[in-house]
Structure formats: C-alpha cells, structure tokens
C-alpha cells in the first residue's frame, strides 16, 4: 500500500482512529513547545522591560548577529520564530525516532523526557550558542539558566516524550 501525504490517516496502531500523518504531529508538537519556550523566555524578560519581539529577534541573532537581528524589526523577529519552531520540531522529531525503537522511551516517557529537555538544555545554552552563534551571551546569569534548566525539562523535553507516546499510542 503506497503511503499517502494526508495530513490525518488511519492509525495502524489503533484500526479505525485517524491520527494525524507523523509530519504535521512533529511539526504541532515543534509549535507547542516552541511557543511554550518563548512563552515562558517572553515572560521572564518582560519584568525587565523587554519587548516580545526582542526575544524573537536574539533567537535569529544567533545566526545574524545582534546588530543586524535587532535593527530588522518585525522581520528578524518573525525569522527568530520560525528558526526555532524549526529547531523545536526538529527535538520532537529526534525523540520520536528515538521512541520508535527504544520502547523504554514510551513506556515511561517522565523521567527520559526530562532528562531528553535536560541534554537539549546544555547542547544549546552550553555548547552551542556559546560557542558557535554569531551573538554568544555577553554574560551568565544564574538564575536565568536555571530557570531555562527547569523550561527545558519542563516544556521542551517532557512534551516531545509524551507527543512520542501518544504517537505511538502508549505502551506497546
């Protein structure tokens, strides 16, 4: 049987239950906690005054620079956005490969999803901005981290585990 593009098709999990077709479950699942993130980053640095689109726009920073992600008003600002739905569905993406063949990751998705935000924490904060973004952080913050620490696992990892589960429609 030739597989199709449909955005829902039958489930083989669950005969007769229409799911959604893998791609449009990995790129929701990129959106809700892509906006789940920059939800909560938006909320953080608004208590200092920061705009919402400033967020956005040192996302596209990291491969612009801060000059030109800050000076391109609503466009870099969209191009942050979308840079890191992209990112965020490519975590969800990985996972849910993961979860195929490991059964352990859908089984009991709390305590591998945490730990999968938590690895997703350090590979970005730690490893990659630092080193390989145009604009790296000119300081750190404590809290902030930690806070971004407990975002990772909290809205990042925890979610991509149970969109794999349901995905896969619990244990099997």
């Not at 098709?9 to 669950?14: G, V």
């Not at 849910?96 to 730990?115: D, N, S, T, W």
Request: with cysteine; proline share 7%.
């Amino acid at each position: 049987m030739k597989a199709t593009a449909r955005p829902f098709a039958s489930s083989r999990i669950h005969p007769g239950r229409s799911r959604p077709a893998l791609w449009a479950w990995i790129a929701l699942g990129g959106l809700a906690i892509a906006s789940a993130d920059m939800l909560f980053a938006m909320a953080w640095w608004a208590q200092s005054g920061t705009p919402p689109a400033r967020i956005l726009q040192s996302v596209w920073a990291w491969i612009a620079g801060r000059e030109a992600a800050f000076g391109g008003g609503a466009i870099t600002a969209f191009a942050g956005a979308a840079l890191y739905f992209v990112l965020m569905s490519a975590i969800v993406a990985i996972y849910h490969a993961a979860a195929r063949e490991h059964r352990v990751l859908r089984e009991r998705p709390l305590l591998p999803g945490a730990l999968y935000g938590a690895a997703w924490f350090v590979l970005l904060h730690v490893v990659l901005v630092p080193v390989f973004s145009a604009a790296p952080p000119k300081r750190f913050l404590p809290d902030w981290n930690l806070a971004c620490l407990l975002a990772h696992v909290v809205l990042i990892g925890i979610p991509a585990a149970w969109m794999a589960r349901r995905w896969y429609g619990g244990v099997r």
